[in-house]
């Protein structure tokens, strides 16, 4: 990802009001699996018990891993350790980034750390080494070059995701435990590899040095270190003897894709109290399951479950029967609901439900024949499934963005959900305010409120897919239509995650470039990943599922003619304080650590208004106060 690239990362909307000008840019032989799995179970189990005794034993052929299980180091007590089958942890496992894969999961590489945070956020052009994916040892030492032993695996990249530039690549490297041990690149990506179709691969190893126990391969890519740039994504990796790459089928069935919703408005969450008085009304008629034969035809037996997080289990099964014309060929299956509804009272206020949805051949790998999915609600609304693909941001000072919803039942809207995707630059010291707006007919209408306290974007250090919440100055009741965004100080696009698995911004998302200009209808795909957040009978809102308490800050003296004093810090946490103007400038920044109370100097300021944005480095919460200097 260079220059070029970097600068179009960005949806970015411009409007002159001289030229009327506006622009969105976003940036043969049977491979019989089966027979070899039990051949080789008794074997694995063995493996996998002396791992889990704290053991060394190296893994045994055939080495497999489709990525639709975790099989990363997890501390996780939930996932056993026989699923493991790498080292490191940096590639990111999901469902959301491919297109077409050959099974449901896939491990992607890009710019992020397994944190969800750039390697190098301070240089939007820093290049590099980035994601590394190291397998456990394997035992080769019964193997020779006669055995005919391949690493197999398919690679797409881009995907929903950045493509990469012609400097970019993805690189397969052998590791022989002869001597002191050495790393050699035995493969390379071709960027001419299409963007929607993943390629197979197939690397003989015939080097005496490698036939040994200890033996190791790894994924590496080269990318843009300053955010989530230059994708690759690997699925469908084994590593096995007895292949023959020109006369090689796969015997398999899997799910492809998870669904995201069962309800029907684009909503893929909704608050619970707004959903039950009408519940009917929002439930879908049926779904759809996203399925792929990678063999010859199947009798294919399709059914679903759903789970409520009060409830038992309720199945459906034998849903759908697929009998024929299914081989070799990605199909979608279309399964009814029977007039099901999501049951519950109106006293609960929050739920959520789990659905999997599960098919039923017999194969080898019975852990992809399942895709499951939850359905959340809680108190705010959503468009989009969590997870983005993309960013989007305006390039224009003054520019408003709005997101339509619409409430049937009135209620008090507190703030927003907002997922910033960190994307070339740092703009975390950019500053917005918080809008609200009615239903102007086919666009946003009159401002709902006032708003005055500055808030900035935060991108987390703890993982992927973090919302940042961000509260309205005072609750706003609302009914019907209405829409919420913000309005930015600055020129710079602060990149919102897009998601390009839902599809709601041609018909939802509003933007204009501000001093009076109109409201523009967005043109690029995908669902914005902002969420408004309703009182909805809760008593506080949360970043997650976890309820995140946020602190409440003082302040004091206020209005000050020097000193200004920030107190209710938590001394095991680290803190930054900004000043920020009534313009939204940032005039200063410092950090405290491990203090219970900060130390602002006012002295040198003009008399006037004055915000201090106050965010801890642990947890992230953002916190923004209001002062005088007088």
Known sequence: MK????????????????????QEVEDGLRYDAVRLAKHNQEKHWHAELLNYRGGQASLLLPFFDDFSRTSLPTNDPTVPIGWQRWQDTSAYINT??????????????????????????????????????????????SYTSGDNVYLTFQYEPGGLGNYPDDSDS????????????????????????????????????????????????????????????DLWHIDYVLLDAGIDPNNFVFD?????????????????????????PNASSYMKSSFNAKQRNLGNDENIVTGFSIKPSNASTQNFFSVDFNTTGNANSSFTRNLSLNNYIYPGTLEDTCLYFDIKTFINPTDAHLQNDTSYFRQYFYNYYAYDDGTAERSYGLAAAGGNLAMKFRSDAPDSLLGLFIYWLPSGNDYSAETFLLRA??????????????????????????????????????????????????????????????DKNTNNNPTKLYYNLGFGQSWQQ?????????????????????????????????????????????????????????????????????????????????????????????????????????????
Not at 3 to 22: E, H, P, R
Not at 453 to 467: A, E, I, L, T
């Open 437 to 498: 707006w009615g239903d102007g007919g086919t666009v946003p209408g009159s401002e709902l409120g006032e708003n005055f306290n500055y808030y900035s974007p935060h991108f987390y250090h703890h993982g992927r897919d973090y919302f940042s919440y961000y509260a309205y100055d005072n609750p706003i009741l609302v009914e019907g239509n209405f829409y919420v965004g913000y309005v930015q100080s600055n020129a710079n696009p602060m990149p919102v995650g897009n």
């Open 252 to 276: 398999e069935v899997s799910q492809q894709f998870p669904e995201n919703t069962l309800l029907n408005n684009g909503y893929t969450a909704m608050p619970w109290t707004h959903f039950i």
């Open 96 to 141: 959301h980034f491919p297109i077409n894969p050959p099974t449901i999961g896939v491990a992607t590489l890009d710019g992020l750390k397994n944190d969800g945070y750039p390697y190098d956020f301070t240089d939007q052009y820093a290049w590099g080494p980035a994601d590394t994916m190291t397998s456990l040892p394997i035992n080769l030492g």
């Open 3 to 22: 220059f070029a690239s970097v600068l179009f990362a960005f949806i970015v909307a411009s409007f002159f009001s001289t030229s009327a000008v506006a």
């Open 170 to 229: 993805l690189i397969l490297e052998f590791y022989s435990p002869f001597g002191a041990g050495q790393w050699a690149q035995v493969w390379t990506s071709d960027m001419t590899a299409p963007v929607d179709t993943f390629t197979q691969v197939f690397i003989q190893i015939t080097d005496p040095a490698y036939f040994l126990d200890g033996f190791q391969f790894r994924f590496r890519n080269f990318a843009t270190l300053s955010g989530s740039f």
């Open 522 to 630: 967005s043109t690029v795909e995908g669902s914005l990943m902002i969420r408004p957040v309703f009182k909805s009978g809760k008593s506080s809102v949360w970043n997650g599922i976890a309820e995140t308490n946020v602190p409440s800050f003082t302040a004091f003296p206020n209005p000050t003619s020097d000193k200004f004093y920030v107190q209710g810090l938590n001394n095991n946490e680290d803190y930054t304080m900004e000043i920020i103007d009534a313009i939204g400038n940032r005039i200063s920044a410092e950090r405290f650590n491990h203090t219970l109370s900060a130390e602002l100097d006012f002295g040198n300021l003009s008399n006037g208004i004055y915000f201090v944005r106050v965010t801890s480095l642990q947890t992230g919460i953002t916190a923004v106060l209001k002062t005088v200097k007088q």
